[in-house]
């Protein structure tokens, strides 16, 4: 005599339903017992000064694995660097070429608030499978620059700063910028004649 067996067991959704749930109560309960230990390791805030003008950006998908995860940007104001005089500060922009910009980098983590100045350098490297090595690759470069920039070599005085590429990316943004000189003279409230304004 064999008996019948009855299939009372939940089907494979709802164990996957209950699995969910059980990682929800997981991270409730770490979000409970186990954040508050973090106080312990909270820094203030301190904004950066000029002895640290390097911006150093990362990519991150909270956990997975991604090719951009290893790649590192530098932004560093040319103003700000340890620069001897006006022609070392001419010369690191020719030989920072297209990685030279006038203004701060929209996805530089610079407010674009900030004074222009001689403008930015942005440096950014991906192509070793470490991030510590491609951030250290890109470093190195900025000390070439400023090393090459400081030799004094009177025959890049004469040359003009190559701005090919800040016009093509203008042009590409199509928004009215390449006329009248605006890619490096945006209009601000300062250029409204006080004229007009009423008495």
């Given at each position: 005599m064999t008996e019948h067996v009855e299939y009372d067991d939940?089907?494979?959704?709802g164990h996957m339903v209950i699995q969910e749930e059980r990682q929800t109560v997981h991270f409730l309960r770490l979000i409970e017992l186990e954040m508050p230990k973090l106080v312990a390791y909270?820094?203030?805030?301190?904004?950066?000064t000029n002895a640290t003008p390097v911006v150093v950006r990362s990519i991150d998908y909270a956990g997975e694995?991604?090719?951009?995860?290893?790649?590192?940007?530098?932004?560093?104001?040319?103003?700000?660097?340890?620069l001897k005089d006006d022609s070392a500060i001419h010369k690191i922009k020719?030989?920072?070429?297209?990685?030279?910009?006038?203004?701060?980098?929209a996805d530089a983590?610079?407010?674009?608030?900030?004074e222009w100045g001689n403008?930015?350098?942005?440096?950014?490297?991906?192509?070793?499978?470490?991030?510590?090595?491609?951030?250290?690759?890109?470093?190195?470069?900025?000390?070439?620059?400023?090393?090459?920039a400081n030799q004094p070599q009177p025959m890049f005085e004469h040359l003009p700063v190559d701005m090919r590429h800040i016009y093509a990316k203008v042009r590409k943004?199509?928004?009215g910028d390449h006329l009248r000189d605006r890619a490096l003279h945006r209009p601000t409230i300062r250029d409204f004649p006080k004229s007009w304004l009423p008495q």
């Open positions: 939940s089907p494979t959704l909270r820094k203030p805030f301190v904004p950066p694995q991604h090719p951009a995860t290893t790649k590192r940007v530098i932004v560093v104001p040319v103003d700000k660097l340890p020719l030989l920072a070429g297209p990685r030279w910009t006038p203004n701060p980098p983590g610079v407010a674009q608030s900030e403008g930015y350098i942005k440096i950014s490297c991906e192509n070793f499978p470490k991030p510590a090595m491609n951030l250290k690759w890109a470093s190195d470069v900025l000390d070439r620059l400023i090393t090459q943004a199509k928004k």
